[in-house]
């Protein structure tokens, strides 16, 4: 981590701009790393192979600490070391007084504060934790939201989208996910979210042609089904990692590890694997209060689904008006690779995982 | 406000900022539900409320989420609560 | 000799001489006693003039007796006078300590308040002028120990032109500390010196960042440091104690709860200074508010040396007030 001010003590690294294998020379931008000044680019001072990362973007560390291995060039990345202070283990976090008494003050929680700041917590770190008063509206971290314009501008330009949606009653869904929850503790229950992320991946594994990525000329479908959940950050901006393998979890499991990756991107931990290997992604945007979604495949992907809010409407059901928990399920594809037809089948048997939920 | 109410009050705060650490909580309307405010959605709520429910060690059934929406709603909630 | 009526630039010296001058027109009861200060006028020159002036009753040449000049200015004292002595250095001080310690401080309390010695001591203090080890001490901490005294240690011109007639009036002993670096400092005196008080601590520079705890002698080096730092980005708040006995424990902690740091700067040795009775003082009653542990400058535990290169590096000076706040400021927890 290169000291980049006066008075810098550490740094946050926001995201690497390489990957392990990559040839670097003097010069080459390597990686984001976030200051208080802002995000800073940062350039290598040593040529050759980057060969590994030490440090996981996301992570604070002081000025000084190893941030990757670059072979060829000596030991470990070059940046100016002006304190080479190691990350301590924590044994007894430093906390000063006023520090821990405005902590108590903020409803700032000390440990995890210091697990971040490498054991030792002043009264400025409790103060950014706890977020500064008149705080700008929040914006996206400039590389992430230079990405996702990239990724977007593209995925407009090159795929030829067709759109379908369905609106389906949702009731059956809300009573198992209430059934389910009744006996669960707090830490464990569901959002109807998993089960959207399930019935997706049931449909992926049925309907080929919505799995897998367009690579040069053609279509290559994925024998793993690997969901996308499209998820937004509090400070602004959106990622939608994988969740590996969903039409295979029971959706205990599939909750358990959708929190964990909501919490880890939230927290900027995201992994590589989660970013690169989504096969169709789901983006449901119901609690912004629309009714339906118009979404963009994430290139290489060749679908989308979105989903609506819940909404109570009049629905015929056995011939009877009644006021029912409705969802409107959208499927955006890639027309190169499937067409309205398939997409329909598609949505068919979504709305049939989903209004009998048995199944997921 | 007496000390009862201040470690209601503190132990929900702590609860949310471990949801939304940028959160002032001078900022915050206590009346105002926090889909509003903070842009909860359901992944922050139902971290929010394993944040409560680790905090006073009682549990909430899913019915009585919505009397958890805002900072006044969750303090007369555990208020009542025993423990 | 003529009193100052417009605002002038004067030396802390020539503020000390005035006061003693308008102490001995406004009342016939004070004296000045002490060696050299008639004939020779006063080994800082403070009382040049004045045995022509006020005569050798009010101006008394005392012989190397410190112990007997300070005893008999006890005695006039309980005997209705208002005697100003003047012991020529701290260090001199010594032969007279129990005087000082056992009965000026002590005859209140031991007489139930029957008597008590309206006394005041002027003592020159500190180091910087090569007088070597026997002829250096800094020791208003070890006065300021002592219940019964109040303790003053003027550093602005200001103070030393205003301290001297409130402490005329006190009824119990009061010792008044001018270290001999500032007898040549100048500064504005106005026309109208405002009335000071002799309890006070006041802040002399504002800031937020950490606040320098300082007295007599040491003021001016924290203050050009605290110049510095501000270019630095470092805001110091300056304040200077004025009085060391009682301390003002109020404006002490209002400035360290604010600035949450704080660095002592003590001319007197480190062990057992004044320096750590602040330092206590401050954790017991502003631990909460503490960002960094308090810090402080004071002299290396030796006797000073008399070659200029090694006084100068045993006293604190600028450097190290820097390093110590700029330390207190960057380094975390």
Request: glycine share 10%.
């Given at each position: 981590m290169p000291s980049l001010g006066a008075g810098m003590e550490t740094g946050t690294l926001a995201q690497w701009l390489v990957q392990p294998g990559a040839h670097i020379k003097r010069g080459d931008l390597i990686a984001v790393v976030e200051t208080q000044k802002g995000a800073i680019d940062v350039e290598s001072f040593e040529a050759g192979t980057l060969t590994?990362?030490?440090?996981?973007?996301?992570?604070?560390?002081?000025?000084?600490?190893?941030?990757?291995?670059?072979?060829?060039?000596?030991?470990?990345?070059?940046?100016?070391?002006?304190?080479?202070?190691?990350?301590?283990?924590i044994e007894r976090p430093h906390v000063s007084p006023v520090a821990r008494r405005r902590a108590q003050e903020l409803g700032v929680d000390i440990e995890a504060l210091a697990a971040r700041t490498g054991g030792s917590v002043n009264l400025e770190d409790v103060e950014k934790a706890a977020g500064t008063p008149h705080k700008p509206a929040p914006v996206a971290p400039a590389g992430m939201r230079q990405a996702i314009a990239a990724t977007m501008a593209r995925s407009k330009r090159e795929i030829p989208h067709y759109y379908l949606a369905a609106t389906l009653d949702f009731s059956a869904v809300l009573n198992r996910l209430q059934t389910m929850n009744a006996s669960l503790p707090v830490p464990e229950r569901l959002v109807y979210g998993v089960l959207l992320v399930k019935a997706v991946a049931l449909a992926a594994k049925r309907f080929p042609e919505f799995n897998g990525y367009w690579v040069d000329d053609h279509f290559e479908p994925s024998e793993r089904v690997n969901v996308g959940?499209?998820?937004?950050?509090?400070?602004?901006?959106?990622?939608?990692?994988?969740?590996?393998?969903?039409?295979?979890?029971?959706?205990?499991?599939?909750?358990?590890?959708?929190?964990?990756?909501?919490?880890?991107?939230?927290?900027?931990?995201?992994?590589?694997?989660?970013?690169?290997?989504?096969t169709i992604t789901v983006s449901s945007m119901g609690e912004q209060g629309v009714d339906s979604v118009y979404p963009i495949i994430y290139s290489p992907q060749v679908a989308i689904v979105g989903f609506g809010s819940i909404v109570e409407q009049p629905w015929v059901v056995?011939?009877?008006?009644?006021?029912?928990?409705?969802?409107?399920?959208?499927?955006?594809?890639?027309?190169?690779?499937?067409?309205?037809?398939?997409?329909?089948?598609?949505?068919?048997?979504?709305?049939?995982?989903l209004e009998k939920p048995e199944a997921l | 406000m007496n000390d009862a109410a201040n470690t209601t009050r503190q132990k929900v705060l702590a609860a949310l900022a471990g949801v939304a650490p940028e959160l002032?909580?001078?900022e915050l309307d206590p009346q105002q539900n926090f889909r509003d405010q903070m842009d909860f959605d359901s992944i922050d709520f139902l971290n929010f409320a394993t944040h409560l429910h680790q905090a006073f060690g009682v549990d909430i059934p899913e019915a009585d989420y919505p009397k958890l929406f805002s900072l006044d709603g969750c303090i007369a909630y555990f208020s009542k609560r025993p423990g | 000799m003529n009193r100052e009526t417009a605002a002038s630039v004067i030396t802390y010296r020539e503020a000390v001489r005035q006061a003693l001058h308008e102490a001995l027109s406004n009342d016939e009861r004070v004296f000045l006693m002490g060696e050299d200060v008639g004939m020779y006028g006063g080994s800082y020159a403070v009382s040049k003039g004045f045995l022509?002036?006020?005569?050798?009753?009010?101006?008394?040449?005392?012989?190397?007796?410190?112990?007997?000049?300070?005893?008999?200015?006890?005695g006039a004292a309980l005997g209705g006078m208002r005697p100003i002595v003047e012991i020529m250095t701290v260090n001199f001080s010594l032969l007279a300590l129990d005087q000082i310690v056992n009965v000026a401080a002590t005859l209140r309390h031991m007489s139930n308040g029957q008597f008590s010695v309206p006394l005041v001591i002027r003592m020159a203090t500190g180091a910087g002028m090569q007088l070597a080890a026997q002829?250096?001490?800094?020791?208003?901490?070890?006065?300021?120990?002592?219940?019964?005294?109040?303790?003053?240690?003027?550093?602005?011109?200001?103070?030393?032109?205003?301290?001297?007639?409130?402490?005329?009036?006190?009824?119990?002993?009061?010792?008044?500390?001018?270290?001999?670096?500032?007898?040549n400092e100048k500064d504005t005196l106005p026309a109208t010196p405002h009335t000071v008080d002799l309890h006070s601590a006041a802040v002399r520079r504002s800031g937020r960042d950490v606040t320098l705890i300082t007295y007599g002698g040491s003021l001016p080096k924290t203050l050009r440091a605290a110049e510095q730092l501000a270019g630095e980005g470092i805001e110091a708040e300056v304040l200077d104690l004025r009085c060391l006995r009682p301390l003002d424990d109020a404006a002490i902690m209002n400035s360290v709860r604010r600035t949450h740091r704080a660095v002592i700067v003590d001319e007197g040795w480190r062990s057992g200074s004044l320096s750590a009775e602040l330092g206590l003082r401050i954790m017991e009653q502003a631990f909460y508010d503490l960002d960094a542990p308090v810090a402080r400058v004071c002299t290396a535990e030796v006797p000073i040396p008399y070659p200029k290169h090694l006084e100068d590096a045993a006293l604190p000076q600028v450097p190290a007030i820097l390093a110590a706040a700029r330390d207190v400021v960057h380094t975390r927890v």
């Open positions: 590994k990362f030490l440090v996981e973007p996301g992570t604070e560390v002081p000025v000084g600490t190893p941030l990757a291995v670059i072979d060829g060039a000596g030991e470990t990345a070059g940046s100016e070391v002006v304190k080479p202070e190691p990350v301590a283990p959940v499209a998820i937004s950050l509090r400070e602004g901006g959106l990622v939608a990692p994988a969740l590996h393998d969903a039409d295979g979890k029971s959706l205990s499991i599939l909750m358990r590890e959708f929190l964990d990756l909501v919490n880890r991107v939230r927290a900027g931990h995201m992994r590589s694997s989660e970013i690169a290997e989504p056995s011939g009877k008006v009644v006021a029912t928990r409705t969802i409107t399920a959208t499927l955006a594809a890639d027309h190169r690779v499937s067409d309205g037809h398939r997409g329909a089948l598609f949505l068919a048997y979504l709305r049939q995982l | 002032d909580p001078n | 022509k002036e006020f005569g050798p009753e009010r101006i008394r040449d005392a012989p190397l007796s410190e112990a007997g000049f300070t005893g008999v200015g006890i002829h250096s001490h800094s020791l208003e901490g070890w006065y300021a120990h002592i219940p019964g005294l109040r303790v003053l240690a003027p550093a602005t011109i200001e103070d030393a032109r205003g301290m001297l007639a409130p402490a005329l009036t006190s009824p119990d002993p009061v010792l008044i500390f001018e270290h001999i670096l500032l007898y």
